[in-house]
């Protein structure tokens, strides 16, 4: 279980996740992070939240912020918020780091999420900010942090998500793996 203080790393390039707040922490109302991305470009996919709105305050750097076609950068003490249900995506895309504070209300299960995507990221399971789509269907499925990829209409995606990833999951695929969090999913 993610604990106040903890801080995740992914070895390869660097980029760290600190919990501020967790789930437990603030009885399911918010997550809070502090990132530190070095990585340049996208580190997931393009994508919405039903049921959960994400908060960002840059400290340093500049945060690229894709919603609605266009891209706003925020810069040191800029804030924006993303309401559910509205594509989007953040990312770093310059030479410096870039840290920022990320909220993300209701918590639901999204600090586990964070703790899978380093740790796959780590394992080298994702590629230019992608996991494979077998991968991104079983998370989508099992995920209590209900979340679809911008660019596939979502009637595909479910229909997708029912049929590939209880087979997936056969085959190993988990949305939360034992590996990287105390839990399985």
């Known amino acids: 279980?993610?604990?106040?203080?903890?801080?995740?790393?992914?070895?390869?390039?660097?980029?760290s996740y600190e919990y501020m707040e967790t789930a437990n922490d603030t009885k399911g109302e918010r997550i809070t992070l502090k990132a530190t991305v070095n990585t340049k470009g996208p580190l997931v996919p393009k994508h919405y939240h039903?049921?959960?709105e994400e908060a960002f305050e840059v400290v340093s750097g500049q945060l690229n912020i894709w919603v609605d076609g266009k891209t706003t950068i925020l810069t040191a003490g800029e804030k924006m918020t993303l309401p559910k249900n509205k594509p989007h995506n953040h990312y770093?895309?310059?030479?410096?780091?870039?840290?920022?504070?990320?909220?993300?209300?209701?918590?639901?299960?999204?600090?586990?999420l964070i703790e899978n995507l380093v740790g796959l990221a780590a394992d080298g399971k994702s590629k230019n900010g992608k996991y494979g789509l077998v991968q991104e269907l079983v998370t989508l499925k099992y995920m209590d942090s209900k979340t679809f990829l911008a660019d596939i209409p979502?009637?595909?995606?479910?229909?997708l998500m029912n049929i590939i990833a209880?087979?997936?999951?056969?085959?190993?695929?988990?949305?939360?793996?034992?590996?990287?969090?105390?839990i399985e999913k």
């Open 50 to 52: 039903v049921l959960q």
């Open 154 to 159: 979502q009637g595909v995606q479910k229909l």
């Open 1 to 15: 279980m993610p604990k106040k203080g903890q801080i995740i790393t992914n070895p390869i390039n660097g980029d």
């Open 92 to 112: 770093n895309n310059d030479d410096v780091p870039v840290v920022y504070i990320h909220t993300v209300t209701p918590a639901l299960d999204f600090d586990y």
């Open 166 to 182: 209880p087979v997936a999951r056969l085959f190993g695929y988990r949305a939360i793996y034992k590996k990287y969090s105390d």
